[in-house]
């Protein structure tokens, strides 16, 4: 899907955070609601972007489809911004835990869907070192999602994986 912000609706701002704004928005085509993180250059890196939000990127661009990793869908270029297009997942743990108390039972299925989205950016060489509750998204107790890859780190293993480091529109 090559996009611009023209096929957006703008519904609202969800957060912002050091590298831009996200956004809440509706595809225009689709009808979706996606997350618009609007990530602006302020400092010249790899190819002019921050070396987190590449890492960010690539990591997702690498990583196959999985349940509990958040999808990137799309992103684009947008004046000194780039815009990264992710599936909408309404709240972050830490919110749910500021206003439910969480049984037994639907602490071990978070527990459950955390772990599985670690091992399987585990297994696929990949390191994500943030550890906190704010990273785990969630629409409900059925579907929490590993999000936030600016601290991931790659496991070379073989020279294979070594593709991740071009950028791709």
């Not at 689709?30 to 400092?43: D, N």
């Not at 509990?68 to 947008?78: T, Y």
């Not at 999000?147 to 991740?164: E, G, H, K, P």
Request: net charge positive; charged share 15%.
């Amino acid at each position: 899907m090559s996009s611009n912000l023209q096929n957006y609706q703008v519904l609202g701002t969800v957060g912002e955070g050091a590298h831009g704004i996200v956004l809440k928005a509706r595809h225009f085509g689709t009808g979706k609601i996606v997350a618009l993180k609007k990530v602006t250059v302020k400092k010249t890196a790899v190819d002019g972007l921050p070396v987190q939000v590449i890492r960010e990127i690539k990591a997702l661009q690498y990583l196959p489809q999985h349940e509990n990793i958040v999808a990137l869908r799309d992103m684009f270029p947008q004046g000194l911004s780039v815009v990264l297009v992710f599936e909408f997942i309404p709240s972050n743990l830490w919110e749910i835990l500021d206003v439910y108390k969480l049984t037994g039972p639907q602490i071990k299925c978070y527990l459950s869907m955390l772990l599985k989205g670690v091992d399987f950016i585990h297994a696929n060489n990949i390191i994500h070192r943030v550890r906190t509750v704010s990273l785990l998204f969630a629409e409900n107790l059925a579907n929490a999602k590993l999000v936030i890859f600016f601290f991931a780190v790659f496991r070379i293993s073989n020279l294979q994986t070594c593709s991740f480091l071009r950028l791709e529109f």
